[in-house]
């Protein structure tokens, strides 16, 4: 099946977004074959299995980060012991045409699909082919941008809109560095001071403190830090304090005044006002949508 092809700069992306989800696979599950009309892009989450994708099979384990085009069969097998769980993005680099969010967006069996159906296939003048798999540690900045969205899909307000599609298009700009640098190697120590981050969000980690034990300058590690994520270690700090935030709101009803508190965010108008920036309403307005209808 012969598709269209558009080829574009990186910069010319005006991504839409269609669908966006969690799916946690069965032990031994078995789903497809199935095309996919729109680009897609599925992040193990967690777990391992396959995707078959054309006649290539992938062997998949958590935290890679497999594309697919339009209108090619694939398929997926969990693993018996530890299934899948998938995050996935149904997108389109470009606006082609209008489409709706649902299960219209697939063609399950066989039987083959028309081409007019499908999204044109993207060439970028100035990246190398778009790689079918990479390992995308959920740590690093642009992965983070990529649950982002699916984490926000129902958010149906315009801004929410936009920001959704910012993001998404900051997860590409950063990715297609790896595109073109495809042994580009993590450092292990920067990654070592995330994971605590992420890990206990409530303790203040001190960078001076890293810095003398790894021998090295704060300016440095400053530096290699940025390198690493894309962002400084204060910034990943409080990105891992919201994230966490947003845990217990879903979860728990501790009161905002004991999350902020627990934080240690200083006070509740600053811990409001970093939620508000980053996930587009309050925490009290996150917390009363997520529990709407229970």
């Not at 992965?143 to 149906?156: D, F, G, K, R, S």
């Amino acid at each position: 099946m012969k598709l269209e092809e558009k080829t574009i700069q990186l910069s010319d992306i005006v991504p839409q977004i269609y669908r966006a989800d969690y799916f946690p696979f069965r032990p031994n599950e078995r789903i497809g074959p199935r095309k996919s009309f729109v680009h897609s892009y599925v992040y193990i989450y967690e777990g391992k299995g396959s995707i078959t994708i054309g006649t290539t099979v992938y062997s998949c384990t958590r935290e890679d980060l497999i594309y697919i085009p339009p209108g090619l069969p694939h398929s997926f097998h969990a693993d018996n012991q530890h299934p899948m769980v998938h995050a996935s993005i149904y997108f389109d680099w470009i606006n082609t045409r209008p489409r709706v969010g649902d299960m219209s967006l697939f063609h399950f069996g066989d039987q083959l699909c028309d081409p007019s159906e499908c999204s044109p296939n993207v060439v970028f003048q100035d990246l190398p082919t778009i790689p079918t798999k990479v390992h995308a540690p959920k740590q690093m900045r642009w992965m983070e941008l990529y649950l982002h969205v699916i984490e926000n899909i129902e958010q149906i307000q315009e801004d929410a809109k936009l920001f959704r599609r910012a993001a998404f298009e900051q997860f590409v700009s950063e990715l297609a560095n790896l595109w073109r640098n495809p042994t580009l190697k993590s450092d292990r120590r920067m990654q070592a001071i995330m994971k605590q981050m992420k890990e206990f969000p409530q303790h203040n980690i001190s960078i001076e403190k890293w810095a003398s034990q790894l021998g090295i300058s704060t300016s440095y590690l400053h530096k290699l830090f940025i390198q690493e994520i894309g962002m400084s270690p204060h910034s990943y700090a409080i990105k891992c304090k919201l994230e966490r935030a947003k845990k217990i709101l879903r979860e728990t009803n501790l009161s905002i005044t004991d999350i902020t508190e627990d934080l240690g965010f200083g006070s509740i108008h600053y811990f409001s006002r970093l939620f508000t920036q980053n996930f587009g309403e309050s925490p009290s307005v996150y917390r009363k949508r997520l529990r709407e209808g229970y």
